[in-house]
């Protein structure tokens, strides 16, 4: 059996837990003997706690973790120890979880792809040579190699469920607001969302019921816990509606991902669920909106970055960091801030609006995560925008603020496709509850790499 402890879901390793069939001790070890074989050449944790008790967590480098080194991937941070826990951190250390590494990310969560870490790429476990998407790169690959029970990531418009998709695992967004900020260090504060990134459906439920629920500390959070009964999830969805948007399926969507994303759909069908075309029509301005007002928020975050505050001055921040204060600046600007930043904000209610109008038709829409597998280490790391179009299908939930989930449906070229699930504002039960459906029809989240 312990040389089985690491597969086991989150769930399964409670369960074994209470009966009794090994130890906290010995599933610790046996997850820091995998870490100590594999981590070196998937370049995972840049932080393992060596003296780990409790349920082993991965937690994404921008969590702070009182006592232990918390970078967000940036040569700034390299020295920074934090002198309090992310309010995540308590919730979870409640729930007898404790952390066993903090996971690499891109350079303050900026990248689709974990290669702005000022500590280097994660490698993907299925192909040492491919990203395993970004910002949440380390949280997706420890979930899928089995270095931990489950990881958290964050969210800002795709951060968790793309490399979710890109890695095969699962990967929850939260509404905005069900999850405390607190104690994360900020990219976009109106888009930011802590989440879970597991290795079942049921998993992520069940870390959601744990972290989130009110906090005096970040004003934007919402009181109503997500609470998870045991068996709450419903094992149907007949007539259950699902809204295919047809702005999902067009140019720009690697004809292998489209076929495997078709299929899972019609897999929904099969289950009972009624498939409606739906209409999201701003989607295409999605984008261009997303990145004029992050990148404004970015240029306003990190002013405090001065050199009196923090560790090391800006000229330590990367390139990609340093691109988006640019940009932001400019969107900013007196002169400009009407023609950019003004507009995107108009288009952000326009998304709103369009989701609102189509879940007034259907109770989910489903679609794809990225529009391609990942994709080979160095390949967009010199074109910045079709990197940054590697979020289209993500962006438009963060936009809205609306949960969202990534569920492994299949593979193109050897390599994970996620199916995308959305559903109204703290709505997370439905999409959960579509997932689990899916995920129980199907064996995808049993597909492991060969490491």
């Known amino acids: 059996m312990t040389n089985n402890i690491t597969k086991l879901t989150l769930t399964e390793t409670i369960e074994a837990l209470k ?73 979870l250390s409640e729930q007898g979880v404790s952390v066993i590494g903090k996971a690499n990310c891109d350079e303050f969560t900026m990248g689709s792809s974990g290669e702005n870490s000022a500590f280097g790429p994660t490698k993907n476990p299925w192909d040492l040579n491919k990203v395993p998407g970004g910002s949440s790169s380390g949280s997706a690959a420890a979930v899928l190699a089995d270095l931990c029970t489950f990881a958290l990531g964050t969210d800002t418009g795709g951060s968790i469920r793309q490399p979710a ?23 976009a504060s109106s888009f930011d969302q ?35 009964q045991p068996g709450r999830l419903k094992a149907e969805i007949k ?65 405090r970055y001065d050199g009196i505050r923090y560790g090391g001055t800006r000229d330590l921040f990367g390139p990609e960091v340093k691109r988006r204060i640019m940009l932001g600046t400019f969107a900013l600007s007196s002169g400009y801030y009407d023609d950019y930043y003004a507009k995107a904000a108009k288009v952000r209610t326009l998304i709103k609006q369009d989701f609102e109008r189509v879940f007034e038709k259907c109770d989910v829409v489903v679609g794809p995560v990225s529009p391609t597998v990942a994709w080979n280490l160095g390949e967009k790391v010199t074109d910045p925008l079709t990197m940054y179009l590697a979020d289209v299908y993500t962006v438009p939930a963060s936009i809205a603020g609306i949960p969202g989930i990534s569920i492994p449906c299949g593979f193109s070229d050897n390599l994970p496709v996620g199916l995308q699930i959305l559903g109204k504002y703290m709505d997370e039960e439905t999409i959960l509850n579509v997932g689990e459906v899916y995920e129980q029809a199907t064996n995808w989240r049993k597909e492991k790499p060969k490491l």
């Open 239 to 303: 007539g259950l509606k699902v809204g295919v948007p047809k702005e999902y399926f067009g140019k720009g969507l690697d004809a292998g991902v489209e076929k495997v994303v078709k299929e899972a759909i019609k897999k929904l069908e099969e289950l009972g669920a009624e498939v409606v075309e739906v209409n999201l029509p701003h989607t295409e301005y999605g984008i261009a909106a997303y990145y004029v007002l992050i990148t404004s928020e970015i240029s306003s975050n990190y002013a």
């Open 194 to 228: 802590i989440g879970p990134m597991t290795k079942s459906v049921e998993d992520a439920g069940l870390v959601l019921d744990w972290i989130s629920g009110e906090d005096n500390y970040d004003s934007n959070c919402r009181k109503e816990k997500f609470t998870l």
């Open 19 to 91: 009966r009794k069939e090994f130890s906290e001790e010995e599933l610790n070890q046996a997850y820091l003997s995998k870490i100590d074989t594999l981590n070196p050449k998937l370049n995972i944790f840049l932080e393992i706690q060596k003296k780990s008790r409790g349920i082993p967590a991965a937690i994404k480098d921008c969590i702070l973790t009182k006592g232990t080194k918390t970078t967000a991937g940036s040569k700034i941070l390299s020295n920074f120890i934090p002198p309090y826990n992310a309010t995540v951190i308590d919730k």
């Open 165 to 187: 998709s890109l890695c095969g695992i699962v990967g929850l967004k939260p509404s905005y607001g069900r999850v405390s900020r607190y104690g994360t260090i900020a990219m």
